[in-house]
């Protein structure tokens, strides 16, 4: 691996006499150009100078942001951010975005994304709001590799660049949605040639660092592309051709504090120069596995936020300085919001971030919460800045002046609350999903016999056709196709079965992305709780929670699941002590507790509400609820199959409540008994409908029933793994752009069938189920461990990289992570 260079204190540049950081900031304050040797005072302040630095960055924010008309206000773009190639020239130590042609042939990943798969998930996309397509790719594959080149040949392209300016305005006729162009390194004639389909474009510069580029072992020798001499080029280029442009610096990935000085000067000059830089990108460096920096450390903290207030001061009131949420933690929102940042990017609610996927987007209602936490507002804008819009007629070309107007506020220039998207139904509001009749007045716990179905799934032209075209229509939006074209989805077999989930796959990598995500649990049966201690190796008493909770929180668990019954004979209030318990023992574990039927028998047997019921959950320390005690969301399959179970109407109304509480939850459905086809999709289209009311759901987990009742198919003679493609195929066209994350559950299918389901849409396999070292057997499933080392080797099997989360598809810290290995 290369060695990064750590010497970033000593390395500070020429022999000077101290540079007085108070005196900087001044100067800074006045609006006075600063030198490197000043910027380098500001990039090594510390201690006290940090404070005044950062106090000085905050201020000049407020002051821009009043002077933009905006007061108290940072602003964000709802994104769909488009893979369009993953191949590249260049061999970054620290990229794992990119793919060689051996790889995409491991994958059964296209050279380029086509044309329609861009459009399936823009429309997506559109749908949930988003206005801006974010269009990434590697440098000029076609320049190293020939299977780039010849995919290029065969479908008329003269270069990639061709290829991204036909996508750009494919994107822009068809749905109305603008293009943001970050294809890397252009020239003066590519840059203008690109203008008349975009409104901005962006390519870090990075860094300014010579040593970096130049030197064996370092993270940018061996990438052309990386030049800094060249980049700073393509930067000058765009202020000529007048365009809006984004670019920034990375910080930690071995520049020393001059480079990071030097780096932000050579921005503002060039700025002062064209005025076209809208936004300034300061990103911190993040390890990721199997690249030669993985074992490099993150950029620290203190480092990167003095770094951003330093960019603040460099470039000052007026311009946009923009740090990526998805790469720092929540707690760590405030320093960077002090530090004078207000932009927070990109962040989009269908598609990952493919060049970070280890670092989930925050959801947009979670980011605008901690935005007013700060004390400020978080306002939706376009790819192009407020500014640059307000002066359309010198920064954008004609092409795109009706496309940016047509989305952008009027008044502000910020984005519109909810505008028509052309080439797919009506934007909806952040977070919700358009509304159609059949959805509107579906029955949430219908009874569904047969053919008949009460899905809540928008009813179509029901053109039907092959299994691939449904498919492909499923893909662009799942709301177009009516329940017997689902059905026709289900019952595919044979070559149109390999279609269909072809198809599914492609919508998850380009949806949520390649990381097959795990987290590290254990589960907790209440049925087994006795208040007088327990006399079995599978019950538990109250001391034994505690413990048990303690010991998963050693193991490295962030999760602690419990669900069942409490037995008749202890009292209700269990639900609520063992609770307490494990909170008590493991103040930081997330607790996962309480199906719908257990929630209701709380309820119940205490003599609350059900809102009542949930309140004293959350008192006592419940985080999210499992979505299960439910097998297929009809009655006639509830009476045959579980009749103990929670009745339908009530289930439905109890994860409803749930949601409206605060609590998230996960889905499920148990396949592969007396229902039928039409009750499967009934059973997705009401999950879908209360996800568009709640957006309470993180995943729907396809759950195959076991004998003696289950292992029915629904197609004779189909082999029981299509059975399992088709329903994780389905269940993934059919959720997608509503419920995000398709869990594959491996204690059901094991490892190798596990393996072929996440190639048929699946994402997710759960949790590790760790047994523990106290009372193993109080956990459903006991004996089923997926330990973090299997997990990684089945994705390696995969090429795909496995990501361990949170409950919720959060992050988790690095000391859970360390914990955990």
Same mark, same amino acid.
């Not at 490099?296 to 903290?301: C, G």
């Not at 500014?387 to 047509?406: F, G, K, Q, S």
């Given at each position: 691996?290369? %060695? ?20 900087? $900031? ?220 984004? %670019? ?285 201690? *327990? ?10 929670? *505690? ?18 019954? $409490?037995?008749?004979?202890? *009292? ?117 409908? $209360? ?47 509503? $419920? ?82």
């Amino acid at each position: 691996m290369p %060695t990064p260079r750590t010497d970033l204190r000593s390395d500070v540049g020429p022999e000077t006499a101290p540079v007085l950081v108070a005196h900087v $900031i001044d100067r800074a304050r006045a609006g006075e150009r600063l030198s490197t040797d000043e910027v380098l005072a500001l990039v090594t302040a510390d201690g006290a100078d940090r404070d005044l630095l950062l106090a000085a960055a905050s201020a000049l924010r407020d002051e821009g942001l009043a002077l933009a008309g905006r007061p108290g206000i940072i602003t964000y773009s709802r994104k769909v951010f488009v893979p369009l190639t993953t191949l590249c020239r260049d061999r970054c130590h620290y990229c794992i975005f990119v793919d060689t042609p051996g790889q995409l042939l491991k994958k059964n990943k296209p050279a380029y994304m086509s044309p329609e798969q861009v459009l399936q998930v823009v429309r997506q996309g559109a749908a949930l709001g988003c206005k801006e397509v974010l269009l990434t790719l590697g440098d000029r594959p076609e320049e190293r590799w020939p299977e780039a080149r010849a995919w290029l040949d065969e479908h008329g392209y003269a270069s990639t660049l061709d290829y991204v300016a036909a996508i750009a305005r494919l994107v822009t006729a068809e749905t109305g949605l603008l293009a943001h162009l970050n294809p890397g390194v252009m020239h003066a004639h590519e840059l203008s040639a690109l203008r008349p389909v975009a409104p901005s474009m962006g390519m870090m510069l990075e860094t300014t660092s010579r040593a970096l580029f130049e030197t064996p072992g370092q993270p940018h020798f061996g990438s052309p592309d990386k030049d800094p001499a060249l980049r700073l080029q393509v930067i000058e280029d765009a202020g000529a051709a007048r365009i809006p442009f984004t %670019t920034g610096i990375l910080v930690g990935i071995g520049e020393t504090p001059l480079d990071r000085a030097e780096s932000l000067v050579a921005l503002r000059d060039a700025h002062q120069r064209h005025g076209h830089i809208q936004e300034v990108i300061v990103q911190n460096f993040r390890a990721k596995p199997r690249t030669a920096m993985q074992d490099a450390p993150d950029a620290d903290l203190l480092e990167y936020a003095t770094v951003v207030a330093a960019a603040r001061l460099v470039m000052g009131a007026r311009m946009r300085i923009q740090v990526p949420p998805n790469l720092s933690d929540p707690a760590e929102f405030a320093l960077l919001v002090a530090a004078g940042i207000d932009d927070w990017g990109g962040v989009s609610p269908l598609t990952a971030d493919h060049v970070n996927p280890e670092r989930p987007w925050p959801h947009v209602d979670d980011l605008a919460a901690a935005t007013a936490s700060l004390g400020y507002e978080l306002h939706e804008r376009l790819t192009a800045h407020p500014e640059y819009l307000a002066d359309a007629d010198t920064w954008l070309d004609p092409a795109m002046h009706a496309p940016a107007a047509a989305l952008a506020d009027p008044a502000t220039h910020l984005a519109r609350a909810a505008v028509p998207v052309q080439g797919t139904r009506n934007a909806a509001p952040a977070g919700s999903e358009p509304q159609h009749a059949s959805l509107e007045h579906g029955t949430a716990g219908a009874t569904s016999t047969g053919g008949t179905s009460m899905s809540g799934v928008h009813a179509g032209t029901g053109t039907g056709g092959t299994v691939r075209k449904l498919a492909e229509r499923a893909a662009a939006d799942p709301l177009v196709l009516d329940d017997t074209e689902w059905q026709r989805l289900l019952e595919a077999a044979g070559s149109e079965l390999d279609d269909l989930t072809r198809i599914a796959d492609d919508v998850r990598r380009y949806t949520v992305g390649e990381a097959i995500t795990i987290a590290v649990n254990r589960n907790l049966t209440p049925t087994g709780f006795r208040a007088a201690g *327990a006399q079995t190796p599978a019950q538990f008493d109250l001391a034994d929670a *505690a413990a048990i909770a303690a010991d998963a929180w050693d193991l490295g668990a962030t999760e602690l699941c419990i669900q069942g019954l $409490i037995e008749p004979d202890e *009292a209700a209030t269990a639900y609520l002590d063992i609770v307490r318990a494990a909170r008590a023992a493991a103040p930081a574990i997330h607790l996962h507790a309480y199906r719908p039927q257990d929630v209701h028998d709380l309820a119940a047997r205490t003599g609350l509400t059900l809102d009542e019921a949930l309140a004293a959950m959350r008192d006592a320390g419940v985080d999210t609820v499992p979505g299960t005690g439910v097998k297929v969301l009809s009655e006639r399959v509830r009476g045959l199959i579980a009749p103990g179970d929670l009745e339908i109407d009530r289930w439905v109304e109890t994860i409803t409540a749930a949601h409206r509480a605060g609590f998230r939850s996960t889905s499920v459905l148990f396949y592969g008994h007396v229902e039928t086809a039409a009750e499967r999709i009934a059973h997705l289209g009401t999950l879908r409908r $209360i996800q568009s009311e709640t957006r309470g759901f993180t995943e729907f987990v396809p759950i195959p029933l076991p004998g003696p009742a289950g292992g029915v198919g629904l197609v004779t003679g189909r082999s029981a793994l299509d059975e399992h493609r088709a329903m994780a195929a389905v269940a993934r066209l059919f959720l997608s752009g509503s $419920i995000p994350h398709l869990q594959i559950p491996w204690t059901r299918h094991g490892l190798d069938t596990s393996a072929v389901l996440l190639q048929a849409g699946g994402d997710d396999l759960g949790g590790t189920l760790l047994d523990g070292r106290v009372r193993p057997e109080a956990g459903i499933e006991a004996g089923n461990q997926l330990p973090l080392v299997n997990a990684t080797r089945l994705a390696r099997r995969l090429f795909r990289p496995l990501r361990q989360r949170t409950t919720v598809y959060g992050e988790p810290s690095d000391e859970r992570k360390a914990a955990a290995r």
